[in-house]
């Protein structure tokens, strides 16, 4: 099992930028990759960041490619997205997720992100 604290988020205005932190417990040596997804009111759950754990390889969602970014810190079972440029389009609720090297998933319990126009 993995446990997953996330912290971060609030209101800014568009332009603004904010940091997200999401630290692990548990089994952090069953960690295959770690991200963050989103979902929108009315909206399905999307990925919007994700590092592999072995290598450090990321992908991003088109629509935050260049603003926001993915980053960890192994030492510290945490891993951070920093988003910059935030638009209104951004405003949903974030969560922290893992996936195990067995493809079991592992959620944070989400934070509202609203960007105020």
């Known amino acids: 099992q993995v446990q997953l604290v996330e912290s971060g988020g609030g209101l800014v205005q568009a332009g603004g930028s904010l940091r997200f932190s999401c630290t692990a417990s548990?089994?952090?040596?069953?960690?295959?990759?770690m991200g963050w997804y989103r979902q929108a009111p009315g909206k399905q759950r999307e990925l919007v960041a994700r590092i592999i754990n072995d290598g450090g390889s990321t992908n991003y969602a088109d629509s935050v490619k260049g603003r926001f970014a993915i980053s960890r810190d192994n030492a510290k079972n945490t891993w951070y997205l920093q988003m910059n440029s935030l638009k209104p389009d951004d405003t949903a609720v974030y969560y922290c997720h893992a996936l195990s090297t067995w493809r079991s998933s592992y959620w944070g319990q989400g934070t509202q992100v609203t960007v105020s126009s």
């Open positions: 548990g089994s952090i040596a069953s960690i295959y990759a």
